[in-house]
């Protein structure tokens, strides 16, 4: 079954960390790029960050920029987000993509991961 | 960074309405937009890419168009199960997404 699956999310305080991971599988892992996207409730989503398939390019949102660091396995079928320096305003659903023929079109979703920035 | 400027915001509209929504950006960006559609609950999914391309196994009700800057998604006869909240996505540069029309059954 082609899809993907998000972990590691949860409650953090603020100038906190958390790593999120994202399982693939259904389909040749390697051979795509992918994204992080968030949502927080209410608003529409926000890309913060994607990985060429074979993990040499990378680029993020100003939002991010230097708080987060994205990365992947491609032997394990993986992609990760290290997130550091959490903010109250991080606080959103977090999905992994998949970007189609490097473009960013998402044409399939995780469920995504819940991450809570409180004290 | 461009700006997206979806609306409506919301809608309502009765079961085989024919329903318009319409993304208009600040600067060109060719055929570069995508729609998806948001159940509650649930990941966004893609319905159209490139504009006007429908994305394999998405209902022929549902259809794109436009370039440049004004585009418009359209669902053509209103189906119960099409409630939901509907995002523009433009990836001209770095990828945006309008804020959304949630769209309900009247």
């Known amino acids: 079954q082609v899809q993907l699956v998000e972990s590691g999310g949860g409650l953090v305080k603020p100038g906190g960390s958390l790593r999120l991971s994202c399982a693939a599988s259904?389909?040749?892992?390697?051979?795509?790029?992918m994204s992080w996207i968030r949502q927080a409730p209410g608003t529409g989503p926000e890309w913060i960050s994607y990985?060429?398939?074979?993990?040499?390019?990378?680029d993020y949102a100003d939002s991010v920029k230097g708080r987060f660091t994205i990365s992947r396995d491609n032997a394990k079928n993986s992609l990760f987000l290290q997130m550091t320096s959490l903010r109250v305003e991080d606080t959103a659903f977090y999905y992994c993509?998949?970007?189609?023929?490097?473009?960013?079109?998402?044409?399939?979703w995780g469920q995504g991961s819940l991450v809570t920035v409180s004290s | 960074d461009i700006q997206m400027t979806q609306s409506p915001s919301s809608l309502s509209a009765s079961v085989g309405d024919r329903v318009t929504i319409t993304c208009q950006t600040s600067?060109?960006?060719?055929?570069?937009l995508n729609w998806y559609q948001q159940k509650p609950g649930k990941a966004p999914k893609l319905l159209i890419y490139?504009?006007?391309n429908l994305e394999t196994g998405v209902p022929s009700r549902f259809s794109g168009s436009g370039s440049g800057t004004d585009f418009t998604f359209t669902i053509s006869s209103l189906q119960p199960e099409d409630v939901a909240t509907y995002f523009c996505?433009?990836?001209?540069?770095?990828?945006?997404f309008g804020q959304g029309t949630k769209l309900e059954i009247k």
């Open positions: 993509a998949r970007d189609r023929s490097s473009s960013p079109i998402y044409d399939l």
């Open positions: 259904g389909f040749t892992f390697s051979d795509y790029y």
């Open positions: 990985i060429s398939s074979s993990g040499t390019y990378t």
């Open positions: 600067q060109d960006i060719s055929n570069y």
């Open positions: 490139d504009a006007s």
């Open positions: 996505q433009e990836y001209d540069n770095l990828p945006t």
